[in-house]
């Protein structure tokens, strides 16, 4: 550890008039929302949610939240994101020509919470016995909750 009187110019902070963070040594942090918001709209329609019934995420209609990227000392970085996202699902039962649609909401998709800790409500547009059989498949899929993992 430097002591006060050796003055060592790494500790030493000058006020530069480009504002740089030289050498990323100060704490840093850089706004991702929109690169994030921009990534899951691209990737989670391309996900297969289930083997089965031809499950899939149609669109991400909604991304709620803060995501953001923190540096500390040049080379320490952290992924910091707390999202609500909101998107559309599809499904064909295999020999039905039926197809089902609804919606499913991530409430607390957070850097901080384990993947047990997150909560899904899924909801389909059909009420009754399909919106039971829908919400139990989908809470019961590990592929799909694997991918959200």
């Not at 550890?1 to 500790?11: I, L």
């Not at 709209?41 to 209609?61: K, M, R, S, W």
């Not at 909101?86 to 039905?96: K, L, R, V, Y």
């Given at each position: 550890m430097a002591k006060w009187e050796e003055r060592d110019p790494?500790?030493?902070?000058?006020?530069?008039?480009?504002?740089?963070?030289?050498?990323?040594?100060?704490?840093?942090?850089?706004?991702?929302?929109?690169?994030c918001k921009q990534k899951l709209q691209e990737l989670l329609p391309a996900i297969p949610a289930a083997h089965t019934g031809n499950l899939c995420i149609a669109q991400v209609t909604d991304v709620v939240g803060d995501a953001m990227t923190s540096t500390r000392?040049?080379?320490?970085?952290?992924?910091?994101?707390?999202?609500?996202?909101?998107?559309?699902?599809?499904?064909?039962?295999?020999?039905?020509?039926?197809?089902?649609?609804?919606?499913?909401?991530?409430?607390?998709?957070?850097?901080?919470?384990?993947?047990?800790?997150?909560?899904?409500?899924?909801?389909?547009?059909?009420?009754g016995e399909v919106d039971k059989r829908v919400n139990a498949t989908v809470h019961a899929c590990p592929t799909f909750r694997c991918y959200l993992y």
């Amino acid at each position: 550890m430097a002591k006060w009187e050796e003055r060592d110019p790494r500790w030493l902070v000058q006020e530069r008039q480009d504002g740089k963070n030289v050498n990323g040594w100060h704490w840093e942090e850089r706004n991702r929302f929109e690169w994030c918001k921009q990534k899951l709209q691209e990737l989670l329609p391309a996900i297969p949610a289930a083997h089965t019934g031809n499950l899939c995420i149609a669109q991400v209609t909604d991304v709620v939240g803060d995501a953001m990227t923190s540096t500390r000392k040049g080379n320490k970085k952290l992924a910091i994101y707390d999202l609500k996202v909101t998107m559309h699902w599809q499904a064909q039962a295999e020999g039905d020509t039926e197809q089902y649609k609804g919606t499913l909401q991530v409430d607390d998709f957070a850097s901080h919470c384990e993947p047990d800790e997150y909560v899904f409500t899924v909801t389909a547009d059909m009420v009754g016995e399909v919106d039971k059989r829908v919400n139990a498949t989908v809470h019961a899929c590990p592929t799909f909750r694997c991918y959200l993992y």
